[in-house]
């Protein structure tokens, strides 16, 4: 089910981003609408929450119904990644984003798609991590939520700018 969800969603979030990709650009995009100023600081809030292991903030910041594809490819809930985080064994460092396009597909939904850079704990161990991303954030009764995120580390010749 959780697979056919995904690719429900992919499905779908390609089809509301095709204008981006084929170069034309939505009026939406053009200039930023308050919706994606608030999902820009939200997102900020987001890293900040994340690197201080603060389940509370997270809870706030992240939809209910929020679907958390990992660049492992492992999904967690809400409740799985914000137990996960505040388990003790993993820790954030230094994130960051960067090259980050945001898009107003239709109101109420804004999607960012960007890189973010961190270093991250595992157990005993530090690793520095380079994505690519893809977060859709949705209002929920006047509050921007992330409703899912998709990262994945870029392979071969692929490149994660700065």
Same mark, same amino acid.
């Not at 492992?74 to 003790?88: C, F, P, Q």
């Given at each position: 089910?959780?697979?056919? @969800?995904?690719?429900?969603?992919?499905?779908?979030?390609?089809?509301?981003?095709?204008?981006?990709?084929?170069?034309?650009? /939505?009026?939406?995009?053009?200039?930023? &609408?308050? %919706?994606?100023?608030?999902?820009?600081?939200?997102?900020?809030?987001?890293?900040?929450?994340?690197?201080?292991?603060?389940?509370? %903030?997270?809870?706030?910041?992240? &939809?209910?119904?929020?679907?958390?594809?990992? @660049?492992?490819?492992? #999904?967690? &809930?809400?409740? !799985?990644?914000?137990?996960?985080?505040?388990?003790? !064994?993993?820790?954030?460092? !230094?994130?960051?984003?960067? !090259?980050?396009?945001?898009?107003?597909?239709? /109101? *109420?939904?804004?999607?960012? #798609?960007?890189?973010? @850079?961190?270093?991250?704990?595992?157990? /005993?161990?530090?690793?520095? #991590?380079?994505?690519?991303?893809?977060?859709?954030?949705?209002?929920? *009764? *006047? %509050?921007?939520?992330?409703?899912?995120?998709? @990262?994945?580390?870029?392979? *071969?010749?692929?490149?994660?700018?700065?």
């Amino acid at each position: 089910m959780k697979t056919l @969800s995904l690719r429900l969603f992919t499905a779908l979030l390609g089809l509301m981003l095709l204008p981006v990709v084929q170069g034309a650009e /939505p009026a939406a995009v053009a200039a930023e &609408s308050t %919706a994606v100023q608030a999902v820009r600081t939200a997102d900020q809030a987001r890293l900040a929450a994340m690197m201080a292991g603060d389940g509370a %903030a997270l809870n706030r910041l992240m &939809s209910d119904e929020l679907l958390f594809v990992h @660049s492992d490819g492992r #999904i967690e &809930s809400k409740a !799985d990644y914000v137990r996960n985080l505040t388990a003790g !064994d993993t820790e954030y460092a !230094d994130a960051a984003v960067s !090259d980050v396009r945001a898009v107003e597909p239709v /109101p *109420g939904v804004v999607v960012l #798609i960007g890189a973010q @850079s961190m270093r991250k704990r595992l157990g /005993p161990a530090w690793s520095r #991590i380079e994505l690519r991303y893809m977060a859709v954030w949705r209002n929920e *009764g *006047g %509050a921007w939520r992330m409703f899912a995120w998709q @990262s994945m580390r870029p392979a *071969g010749n692929s490149t994660v700018k700065r």
